[in-house]
């Protein structure tokens, strides 16, 4: 059994403890290793979310953390305690951890109030009362003596979150939770959770492979790739100073140019972007997102005037344009190399195809990435 008192070993006595730590763990399947160094914290009352795309290793992340898988290397601590390590572990049921994952299964012969007091010890007056308020917490208490089957399933998914919340878990793992809702009863069910689980002081992991549901749920987003966090922070800045193109790509299209650097310059048809640190000769990727790409109008054959800020207009014709919702998209087909460059404008706008229009692309919303 790990020694209770040993502290995580980076802890001093200014910061916060972590509620939960994961250092180093490891875990390989048939010789690879699945998850591959990952390392993170969640602050109580945090929401961290694992994102990242199928199979790079989440959800293998957090059942090592439940307890129900064992990690090769690395260990977990909770409240600054370890409580699992290659060694020693403490089992599922006394790490004090919920889990919700998408397929919660209520117990169908058990009513909607004895399925959330299920994991509770105590006087069943108290049970129940704790029931109650966590059910009239998620707004299905007038339903305690009902059963699951009268429910529909975004209720029974607010009874499993209030049964996972019931025993006061420190820590909440969750595994694509909301992914079995539509998306009408999804932002709801959503923010209600975010609310109780802040209220609760719970610190929360959540694993997903959207990325809008991290930006909507998280604190910090921890961005997870073959196995590996490729980055980690708050929503803004892993959005805004992506790590590398994979990381820009994730969270929504992108437009590409590829350039040489000369000078810590990097020449391309839309002029100079600033390439500092990287050698003469290297390869680069400008990447940057449809959403900040410029148009201008056409002015007798000629865009707008170059700017430091925008760099130089190039000249596109609209090869499709579509309205989806809350913007449009328009597809660009480019004069300097024929290519293809995708731009999205809030609203309605509709340019008829073939229509020549010039593109600039704003300095402070490109990253530019060796190849
Ligand atoms: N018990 C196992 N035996 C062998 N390989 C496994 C096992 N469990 C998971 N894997 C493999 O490990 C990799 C990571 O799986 P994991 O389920 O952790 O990914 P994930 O990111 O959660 O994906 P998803 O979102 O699709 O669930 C996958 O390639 C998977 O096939």
Known sequence: ??????????????????????RHLRRFFEGRA?????????????????????????????RMIAGVEMQDEGEIYVDGRLICDTLHRVPPERREIGLMFQDFALFPHLSVGDNVAFGLRGAKDSKRQRAQSLLDRVALGQYIDDYPHQLSGGEQQRVALARA????????????????????LRDGIRDETLSLLKEEDTAVLLVT??????????????????????????????YTRPADKAAVAFFSDVNLLHAQVNGALAETPFGQFLAPGMPDGTNVEIVFRPQHV???????????????????PARGVVQRARFLGNESLVEFRMDFD??????TVPNVFLPAEGRAMWLT??????????R
Do not use: W
Request: proline share 11%; with cysteine; aromatic share 4%.
């Open 1 to 22: 059994m790990p020694d209770p008192k040993t502290p995580a070993p980076q802890a001093t006595g200014h910061e916060v403890t972590p509620r939960l730590e994961i």
């Open 34 to 62: 699945v998850v591959d160094d990952v390392s993170l914290r969640v602050l109580p009352g945090q929401v961290t979310c694992l994102l990242g795309p199928s199979g790079c290793g989440k959800s293998t992340t957090l």
């Open 165 to 184: 919340l019931a025993p006061r878990p420190k820590i909440m793992l969750m595994d694509e939770p909301f992914s079995g809702l539509d998306n009408r």
């Open 209 to 238: 492979h959207e990325p809008e549901e991290a930006m909507r749920m998280a604190d910090e987003i921890a961005l997870m790739r073959d196995g590996k966090i490729v980055q980690q922070g708050a929503p803004y800045n892993v």
């Open 294 to 312: 410029r148009i201008d109008f056409d002015r007798n054959g000629r865009g707008p005037e170059a700017t430091t800020t925008e760099g130089v």
């Open 338 to 343: 024929g290519s293809v460059l995708k731009a």
């Open 361 to 370: 692309v704003p300095r402070n919303r490109c990253f530019v990435f060796p």
